[in-house]
Nanobody, 117 residues
């Protein structure tokens, strides 16, 4: 089992920045990929960014250039630095951890990000 705890969400004005953190615990050595997803009211959950154990990153097109995902393996933590935030970035942001060997996927409880105009 893997436990994920997100933090860092909140209310920010448009153009501002936030940094989300996701602390992982449990059987983390088996995890291959970690990432951030978000879900806005009335919309499906969508990919924000992912990072592999080796640090390879992938971003949704709309987040490129504004968001940066990083991973501190020593702290078992993944970060999402969000800059130039827009009202349309308002959503619940979820941390995800995936294990390729058995296709297991773990989710955090989510953290709310609200961007005011």
């Amino acid at each position: 089992q893997v436990q994920l705890v997100e933090s860092g969400g909140g209310l920010v004005q448009a153009g501002g920045s936030l940094r989300l953190s996701c602390a992982a615990s449990g059987n983390i050595f088996s995890i291959n990929l970690m990432g951030w997803y978000r879900q806005a009211p009335g919309k499906q959950r969508e990919l924000v960014a992912t990072v592999t154990r080796s640090g390879r990153t992938n971003y949704a097109d709309s987040m490129k250039g504004r968001f940066t995902i990083s991973r501190d393996n020593a702290k078992n933590t993944v970060y999402l630095q969000m800059n130039s935030l827009k009202p349309e970035d308002t959503a619940v942001y979820y941390c995800d951890a995936d294990r390729f060997s058995d296709l297991a996927s773990y989710w955090g409880q989510g953290t709310q990000v609200t961007v005011s105009s």
